[in-house]
């Protein structure tokens, strides 16, 4: 019979360290404050040390680091600071940028820019976080942030967003499969719309069109879901609920890909 000290601690994160990147907005910061709530001592990671700040007024206890995904030296001295804190236990890749462009306008330096934080920078975080979870078995869990745009073209002008988001995916299944004999665990959860201001203010006046725009294109209704949805299936995937999965890339986006 399981009891509710069960459950709580099936389910919480108490005596782990967390690191969430793109911990000051939207997805990410929503994140922080659900593992926070959960008992995990979390690391909050952004180049926005405004929204950062406001973070830790909001649940004061979260560690803020300030870096630049982009930038492999910011990576690894992001690492330093969380080694100080405590060794690893959950990392969640949540810091990306998708600015809109029409695919005829997408120029180098936008795509290498997309690339160097969408993907390189999961890949290094990703490094980093193996180096430590390997040590003397102790394993972890590592959650990505990918997209339901990685698995179908759903948007119009973001295709070099979800070409991105791809190669996480493959990232995740690689991980999982190479580092499972170290007790770590590699998921993405796959968002589909989500409502936050964030997202408004990437889709920089673009109308959001295609597929996922279609009335009736989404079993479980609406357009988008709210950020806590995104968490609460971050925490199932950082927690013990979830010790024997791994690889797995976990749609939440309301039925949008099997419709």
């Known amino acids: 019979m399981t009891h509710m000290a ?5 389910f919480g994160l108490h005596g782990k360290v967390a690191l969430v990147t793109g911990a000051a ?55 330093e600071q969380v080694d100080a804190i405590g060794p690893i236990d959950v990392l969640v890749n949540c810091a990306a940028i998708y600015p809109f462009r029409k695919f005829e306008e997408v120029d180098t ?19 980093h976080a193996v180096r430590r979870m390997k040590v003397d078995g102790r394993g972890g869990s590592i959650v990505n942030i990918s997209s339901v745009n990685s698995m179908r073209a759903c948007i119009y002008d973001n295709v070099h967003y979800g070409v991105g988001k791809a190669g996480v995916n493959n990232l995740t299944l690689s991980i ?6 170290h007790n770590i665990r590699v998921n993405s959860v796959l968002p589909g719309g989500v409502a936050t201001d964030h997202a408004a203010a990437e889709a920089d ?24 949805d995104i968490a609460r299936a971050c925490l199932f995937l950082a927690s013990d609920a979830s010790r024997y999965v791994t690889g797995q890339l976990l749609a939440v986006d309301g039925g949008f890909l099997v419709s």
């Open 176 to 181: 999982a499969l190479e580092y499972g004999e």
């Open 25 to 79: 907005t939207g997805i990410g910061r929503e994140i922080a404050r659900l593992f926070h709530d959960a008992g995990a001592t979390v690391i909050g990671a952004d180049l926005n040390e405004a929204a950062l700040a406001s973070l830790s007024e909001e649940r004061p206890g979260v560690h803020l680091v300030a870096f630049d995904q982009s930038d492999p030296a910011s990576i690894a001295a992001l690492f």
């Open 205 to 228: 006046g673009y109308p959001l069109r295609g597929p996922f725009t279609q009335p009736g294109r989404i079993p479980l209704g609406g357009t988008s879901c709210e950020p806590c």
């Open 109 to 127: 330096a936008l795509l290498d820019k997309m690339l160097a934080i969408n993907l390189r920078g999961p890949f290094q975080c990703i490094q």
């Open 6 to 10: 069960d459950v709580a601690s099936i």
